[in-house]
Structures are given as C-alpha cells and as structure tokens.
C-alpha cells in the first residue's frame, strides 16, 4: 500500500513538472481565465478539419495569442500521410519567406548600433552594387539599359522596392538573366549571390515600384558583412537563442527529423502529392546558401515567440532584442506616395502592413502586420487587438486557404471578448 501511494505521488509530481515545463516554454491561459469565449474559438477546430478532410491540405498547426498569452494551440491531420504520422504540435516545418521579417529584424539590431542609416546606398557596404543599370521597359523582351536615377538604400531592401527581382515567379527578360546566373541556389553563397546580381540589370527604378525580390537575402547577406558573422551564427546568438526558438535554423538535424513535415502539393485529378520527403529532403544537411529570403524551418511555438517579441515592442521572456522605437518603426508603411503592396496593403521594414481596409481580405484590421511562406504558412499580428496568430500547414504552391479561414473565426472569439 506503502508503495502504491509512493508511486502514485510521484506520477502526480511528473505531471507537475510536465505541466509547469508547458508553462514555462509559452505564456498560456485558459479562454475563461482572459474573458474570452472557449466556445468561439473552438470553431477553429472544425474549420480546420474539413480543410483536411476536404484534402486541401495534410494538416494544420494554428496558434492563437491575446494580450501575451496562448489561448488557443491545436495540430489537425497528418504530417506525413504515407508514414501515417499525426500532425501535432511541435511539428517542423519549412517557413520559406517568413524567414523574411527574422532577416530584417537582424538587420535592425545592427541600426540600433549605427552600423547603418536607413537611407545608405547599399553600394557602400556591397561594391558590386556600384553603378547598377535599369531596364528601360520591363516588360520587353529586348534589355536596353539606362542609369539609375538614385541608387538603391538599404530602406529600398527592407520594403522591397530596390528594383531587384526574384527569378522565379516572373518571366521578363531580366528573370531570365537571373534563371541563367543562377542568383540564388541551395549549393551557392550569398557572396556568390551579390556578386552575380552585381551584373545584371535592375528591372525597375529604385524606390518606384514595390516588387517581391532577392532583396531580404541581399539584405542576410549586408548583416554578414556589417556583423563579421555568418548569418546562422548570427540568428542563433542574436535571436534564436536569447527567445528559446530551440527548433528554428537553416536545416533539421538528424535527431529531429522525425518531427519534420511532409511538403505536399496537388495532384491533377484531385487530392496530394509529395512535393518533398523528409527522407530525402535537402533541408536534412546544412546549406552553404543561408537564405535571408526564405531558407529557415521552424515550429509554431518557436516563430510565436518571435511573434510575441513583436507584439511586446522588441521584448519577451526578460530579453530585449529591439527598441519599442524601432519595432514601430518597423511595423508602420514605408512605401513611397502611390505606392503599394497590394488593395489597401502597404510594406514595412519587413511585414505587409495594412493601411486601410478592403472588402477583398478577410476581417481586415487597419495596422495589422505579418507575412507568409511559399509552403502557405502564415503569420499575423494586430497591435490594436492584442493579438497574434502562426498558422502553419506544408502545401505548394501558395495557398491563401487557411488564413482566409481562420482570421474572420480568431477576429470574432477576440472581439467578442474585449
């Protein structure tokens, strides 16, 4: 009997620790304890669910914060469908360009130590960007080249209107040049990368036009320089660590493999294909290309941290990595006059910022900030409503499903509790 009670003491002090240990790695509460409706935002789960069902997607990793603390955390369907592994929550997944904002972040701990002014030219810490040419008509198939009217600022990098492109979503001339070069690839550098931008064209004027580019890891690779430091080195000493985002990095480690997802996309007749196995993923080795632009994996807890420190103006757990100053700074529209994003959406030094509201968007909110990732992650947050939202799913190519969903659902369980 002695040993019965023992034993059942000691269960009972495990779950403690196990239950102060979930404590301790987010601030979390229950929807009644914050005055909130458990039954508005347990719609979330159904929603997801029939998106499963409906195989939209695999699976789903949604989490919801108020006022700093994690009220809602659920993982639906599967991570793998041919393994038959559950999704569940401290899944890994490939983030793509919400790697982005982690990349500009960076480069706004170096402004805070007067490494930079935002309206440096970028040739002034990149030489090969030294009298850069322009496309005169970027829609020809013909490249005929004029000066720059002004150079490109490291601003033009962070709100991408440097003139730079990508390579890959579009097809004008100068894509093609970057297809040819290959800028950017998983078996080059970034100083490779800078070095083979250095001789192509500019397919716009800088500072004219918002164009989605290379600019954020041009911008990884200007925190390399100005730091002295690899950019691994430096998002782990500098932010992965100091915030506890012990699963955030470059590639997965063989030790969490296990946990990595699946990348699915879909097949002509209906229903999922593998776009890319963990087995056999090139995220299982360290890459010598650290994309700024898209190259991290993460977990739903980990890039919530990321978000929290946002939310709280530059601090969470006790650690400060930015100035209130400068998350404000980061977080309102820099797009030039006439200038924008998309229908009522502007840009940051690192975010979409919403400036006004459209009927096109769900439940939109004038100075909400947030991006996603080529594998339709998505991440949001809203100053004024206290609240910031990771949804994390694995499906190519982009999809807009999830968050499109799920904003109305978290937007109604928030409101109807203020």
Known sequence: MRLIRRTALWAVVVLCLHLTAIGQD?????????GLSSRNLDRITPAMRKLVEDKSVAGIVTMVAWRGKVVQFNAYGMRDIEAEKPMERDTIF?????T???????AMMLY?????????LVSKYIPDFKGLTVVADPTSSEITQVAQKREMTIRDLLRHTSGLTYGVFGDTAVDKLYRKARTIGEDGTLKGMVKRLGGIPLL?????????????????????????????DFFAERIFDPLGMKDTGFYVPAGKL????TNYGPKSQG????VDAPATSRYRKKPTFLSGGGGLVSTASDYMRFCLMLLNKGEFGGKRLLKAETVELMTKNHLPKGVMHSNGVGFGLGFSVRVQKSEEEPAPRVGEYGWGGAASTHFWISPRDEIAVVALTQYMPYSNRVERILKPLVYEAILDGK
Do not use: C, N
């Open 26 to 34: 987010l601030p979390t509460a229950s929807p009644s304890e914050i």
């Open 94 to 98: 490939r983030i793509y360009s919400m």
């Open 100 to 106: 982005k904002p982690i990349t500009s972040v960076a």
């Open 112 to 120: 805070e130590e007067g490494k930079f002014k935002l309206d440096d």
């Open 204 to 232: 716009y004027q800088p500072g004219t036009k918002w164009h989605y580019s290379v600019s954020t890891d041009v911008l990884g690779y200007l925190v390399e320089v100005l730091s002295g430091r690899p950019l691994d």
């Open 258 to 261: 296990s946990r990595f997802a």
């Open 271 to 274: 229903g999922l294909r593998v």
